[in-house]
């Protein structure tokens, strides 16, 4: 009789802590049915992406030894900074040949130009000795022809005709030969004029070898393309590295955007400058502002066949939303890569964002503390 009391007891409380707990999972579940997030209306798209900025990295041009580095991991760096400069032993006597080149063909310029001063003042002489032969050779001509006109007259004797003679030929022997010096002043003009343009060829190359060296010397100097943050060392002080060498990477944290995929329903009805909202996994209690910059115009996916609509919604399209500017250089600090969230568009622009998508942003961005002197 008391284990049949027992029995029936025992079932009533297994009765009433069931009835319990299922009052208890109904109203749980009410309340979760009543304060779950409402769904967004069918004119805004969704499609989750991560934060992504323009990547740049900061190489050697040329194989050396890094000298010195810089920067650190998480400094902000303006366009222009020095990041690090490598080694530039060799090339400072590369530079010292080439400046010893270059003053050397100079000089040899130098010079051929006073040779060519030599040559034409040689030529000047040349000519005054012709013409000095010239005037030589006219008077033993008359006086061939007057002692010709005596001798006919029987004044002077045959031999005086000879010595006349003999005048003239030696006045036009020194004729031709000041006629030849002037021809080899000539001829040595134009050879000079000829080590001129050498000179000036020779100085060109020079000058471009300077100018290379100077430029290798330049590249030693590592300066940052653009504004950023330093997110990666890739090399140390003393390193040797091969051209091309990467040195520093660099995130633009003006560039900052979300890439994420709609299907071809909805990436065919946006257009390039649509409002677009983010939210952060980390920080789902802000509403980042965004426009899209760009919209595929390839599907990412295509299947098989398309012929049915089912299947062409299985087309997705890759959209990019930039985030202004002048709004990520106000929270500057605050900028980080790599985070997952979600990424809201409007696919009518005339339709309004819901409350929980609304603009929300931090009350002020906190400036990065400024480091010690």
């Known amino acids: 009789m008391t284990n049949s009391t027992d029995s029936r007891t025992s079932l009533l409380r297994k009765v009433v802590i069931g009835a319990v707990l299922a009052t208890l999972a109904g109203a749980a579940f009410l309340a979760w049915n009543r304060l779950k997030p409402q769904g967004l209306p069918a004119s805004i798209a969704s499609g989750n992406g991560r934060i992504e900025a323009t990547d740049i990295d900061v190489a050697t041009r040329t194989s050396g030894r890094l000298k010195e580095l810089l920067v650190k991991e998480g400094d902000d760096v303006t366009e222009g900074q020095v990041i690090a400069r490598m080694d530039t032993a060799t090339l400072d006597a590369d530079l010292q040949r080439a400046q010893a080149q270059l003053k050397q063909a100079e000089n040899g310029k130098t010079t051929a ?93 020079a000058q471009a070898s300077l100018a290379r060296v100077q430029a290798d010397l330049n590249d030693t100097v590592l300066r940052a393309p653009r504004a950023g943050r330093v997110q990666v060392l890739a090399a140390q002080a003393g390193e040797v590295l091969g051209a091309g060498g990467r040195v520093v990477s660099l995130v633009d944290v003006g560039d900052v955007y979300m890439t994420f995929f709609l299907p071809e329903t909805a990436a065919g009805r946006l257009a390039i400058g649509s409002d677009v909202r983010l939210v952060l996994d980390a920080a789902p209690q802000y509403v980042i502002p965004a426009k899209v910059s760009f919209v595929a115009s390839v599907a990412q996916f295509t299947p098989k066949t398309v012929e049915t609509t089912a299947e062409r919604q299985k087309l997705v399209f890759k959209v990019r939303a930039q985030i202004d500017r002048a709004l990520l250089e106000r929270y500057r600090q605050q900028v980080k890569t790599g985070m997952p969230g979600m990424a809201y568009v409007r696919v009518q622009p005339d339709t309004p964002w819901p409350d929980k998508l609304a603009t929300a942003l931090p009350a002020q961005a906190y400036d990065k503390p400024s480091s010690a002197p």
Do not use: C
Request: aromatic residues 2%; without cysteine; positive net charge.
């Open 113 to 205: 130009a006073a040779v060519l001063a030599q040559r034409e003042q040689a030529v000047t002489t040349a000519s005054a000795v012709v013409a000095q032969r010239q005037a030589e050779v006219n008077l033993a001509t008359k006086q061939l022809q007057r002692t010709q006109e005596l001798i006919n007259k029987g004044f002077v004797s045959p031999q005086k005709l000879d010595e006349a003679q003999a005048q003239l030929a030696g006045a036009k022997a020194g004729l031709s030969a000041a006629q030849s010096q002037v021809a080899e002043a000539r001829s040595a003009i134009v050879a000079t004029k000829s080590q001129l343009v050498e000179a000036d060829s020779v100085i060109a190359t």
